[in-house]
């Protein structure tokens, strides 16, 4: 079943602005997992946060994640063109990371 | 990062006729396959989960006599849908996990039924 909800459904920026994304899920976590999606395209692997985490960085990237209130947020700084496509954040519940809960995702544009 | 092939990345399909679609890890043995769909402006729904040489488990609302999945080895599932209609037209991404470790993603099956 559906946990996690992205905010906000759309978001339009100008190149060199940063852009926010949150995630809120229902239940506990082992981890979350943030992915990028080109229009119609595969899925790509940005950032893996664990429970016990609060923030982690990689590259351009910000993640921060608060298990009390169920939620994390991804920044992008400095934001580029080619970071136009839809962002999804992800749960995983079991021990393992394998088996994911997607949440309805972030559609990013950014106008060069 | 693993690698994990998705095959084909785009298929039309008449309705009524079947089409299967195959995934596999290239460099590590795949013992649970994920698939899901994915419709338009949407997100990823879990289909089912299969582990090798078992049979899959499916999610509420999935049915298992449409959605064939087969995972017989540990490199290769395959997900064919049966008796296609339009309404089956979605993308369609696998994912492979080794024993519960992180999951790898597939390109996507771009799956149209006329």
């Known amino acids: 079943s559906q946990q996690g909800e992205e905010d906000p459904q759309a978001l339009s920026i100008q190149e060199g602005e940063n852009a926010t994304m949150n995630c809120s899920y229902k239940?506990?976590?082992?981890?979350l997992q943030w992915y990028r999606q080109n229009s119609g395209r595969g899925l790509v692997h940005l950032i893996l946060?664990?429970?016990?985490?609060r923030e982690k960085h990689s590259g351009r990237l910000r993640v921060t994640l608060d298990t009390s209130k169920k939620s994390s947020s991804l920044l992008i700084t400095a934001s580029r063109a080619a970071d136009t496509a839809s962002y999804f954040c992800a749960t995983a519940t079991n021990s393992g990371y394998s088996t994911l809960t997607f949440g309805k995702g972030t559609m990013l544009l950014v106008s060069p | 990062g693993a690698v994990v092939s998705q095959h084909p990345s785009r298929v039309i399909c008449k309705s009524g006729t079947s089409v299967k679609i195959e995934c596999r890890s290239l460099?590590?043995?795949?013992?649970?396959m994920f698939w899901y769909r994915q419709f338009p402006k949407q997100s990823l729904m879990l289909m089912a989960t299969?582990?090798?040489?078992?049979?899959?488990?499916?999610e509420q609302g999935v049915e298992k006599d449409k959605f064939l999945i087969n995972h017989a080895s540990l490199t290769l599932s395959t997900l064919t849908v049966t008796s296609a209609h339009p309404e089956d037209s979605s993308f369609y991404i696998c994912s492979a996990s080794d024993q519960g470790a992180e999951a790898f993603f597939g390109q996507g099956t771009r799956l149209t039924v006329v």
């Open positions: 239940t506990s976590i082992n981890n």
């Open positions: 460099d590590f043995q795949a013992t649970t």
């Open positions: 299969s582990n090798e040489g078992s049979k899959a488990t499916y």
């Open positions: 946060i664990r429970s016990n985490e």
